[in-house]
T-cell receptor, first 114, second 113 residues
């Protein structure tokens, strides 16, 4: 049973470009969470999605960031017009039902904005 | 405003001894607490959790203690092993923020052989 998959593992973008981060949850999991980790800090919650629904996006910046989890395919975190401050590690987690202690994390995508 | 704080960025312990990692929180609405372990270039791995209705939860070498009045929890690892060397994150969730985890900044544990 494959774990949570994230790709790419590393992504370099110039300021103003778009970044697309993908997350494939574990088989049978219908709940996806995105977290961001800035250097020397803990993970910060961004958004919680179920298939085709955003359940909680209270941690998402109001502009330039969006997330989706379509009926088919991976969850996508999209960052438009990236700035240097977006450089961070972005982690995706999935769970079968939304139980807290069943959040399984992927290896993360490290975004570097030059 | 950091709602979950891990004030020790690093901790070194001899193999076989006890490791104690501490975590403080400020939000009285938190009622569920978790510890995660993270190796470099990997995502966090769930270790152990505790609900606010308990003051202790044990799983093998790992025990979490919760002191609600002090808003403090700790993770005890005994005996510590070199493979335990990793960054440990404390996380919390509560009423009104269900399923949204608030993480501390982590403690790097090094277990010396």
């Amino acid at each position: 049973n494959a774990g949570v998959m994230q790709n790419p593992r590393h992504l370099v973008r110039r300021r103003g470009q778009e970044a697309r981060l993908r997350c494939s949850p574990m088989k049978g999991h219908s709940h996806v969470y995105w977290y961001r980790q800035l250097p020397e800090e803990g993970l910060k919650f961004m958004v919680y999605l179920q298939k085709e629904n955003i359940i909680d996006e209270s941690g998402m910046p109001k502009e330039r960031f969006s997330a989706e989890f379509p009926k088919e395919g991976p969850s996508i975190l999209r960052i438009q017009q990236v700035v240097r401050g977006d450089s961070a590690a972005y982690f995706c987690a999935s769970s079968p039902q939304g139980a807290l202690d069943e959040q399984y994390f992927g290896p993360g995508t490290r975004l570097t904005v030059t | 405003d950091q709602q979950v704080k891990q004030n020790s960025p690093s901790l070194s312990v001899q193999e076989g001894r006890i490791s104690i990692l501490n975590c403080d929180y400020t939000n009285s609405m938190f009622d569920y607490f978790l510890w995660y372990k993270k190796y470099p270039a990997e995502g966090p791995t769930f270790l152990i959790s505790i609900s606010s209705i308990k003051d202790k939860n044990e799983d093998g070498r790992f025990t979490v203690f919760l002191n609600k009045s002090a808003k403090h929890l700790s993770l005890h690892i005994v005996p510590s092993q070199p493979g335990d060397s990793a960054v440990y994150f404390c996380a919390a969730s509560g009423t009104g923020s269900a399923r949204q985890l608030t993480f501390g900044s982590g403690t790097q544990l090094t277990v010396l052989p």
